[in-house]
């Protein structure tokens, strides 16, 4: 189980585990804001799991906490590996990088100028804008969000969290 990390400002900052989580709780850094159903014993208490936990302490936000440099594995996640040309869900090994601008030109590799995209779309649109190319994309590359940077495994958890996250994702 994972717990979602929240700033002194109700911020999130980060995901742990839960066991960290309850560390941090135990040594008066941090207090339960949401708890799982799950619970865990111990000699003489039952603790449910939390969910959600506050940092005492106001710590930086996303934006300079979060990893969200313009990698290929960032990319690849804010596209959830799905062609940003023709919507194809691709797998990480088949899907490659492409820069909507070519390098060529001098499209750098920027969040608003890089995309994921499948073999077919990448060669189609070869040193082209995609309007030479004929082609289209599906919606406007932009900066992640801190959701957008997620793996996959972890955004089942997001509706218990929602309500924490909502606007404040980075
Ligand atoms: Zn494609």
Redesign the pocket.
């Given at each position: 189980m994972r717990t979602l990390v929240l700033n002194a400002a109700y911020e999130p900052i980060h995901l742990v585990t839960w066991e960290k989580a309850m560390c941090l709780v135990v040594t008066a850094k941090a207090e339960i804001v949401a708890e799982y159903d799950e619970v865990v014993r111990s000699v003489s208490r039952i603790y449910k799991l939390p969910s959600v936990v506050r940092l005492k302490s106001y710590v930086r936000t996303f934006r300079r906490t979060m990893n969200s440099r313009c990698t290929r594995r960032n990319i690849l996640l804010r596209d959830q590996l799905t062609?940003q040309?023709?919507s194809?869900r691709m797998n990480q090994h088949n899907i490659t990088i492409d820069h909507v601008k070519p390098r060529c030109h001098g499209g750098g590799t920027v969040w608003n100028n890089v995309v994921a995209?499948?073999h077919?779309?990448n060669r189609k649109k070869a040193d082209l804008t995609p309007e030479q190319a004929g082609l289209r994309l599906i919606r406007t590359p932009r900066s992640p969000t801190w959701i957008d940077l997620l793996e996959e495994a972890h955004r089942e958890l997001i509706n218990s969290w929602l309500p924490f996250i909502t606007n404040k994702t980075g």
């Open positions: 062609c040309y023709c194809q995209a499948c077919p779309c």
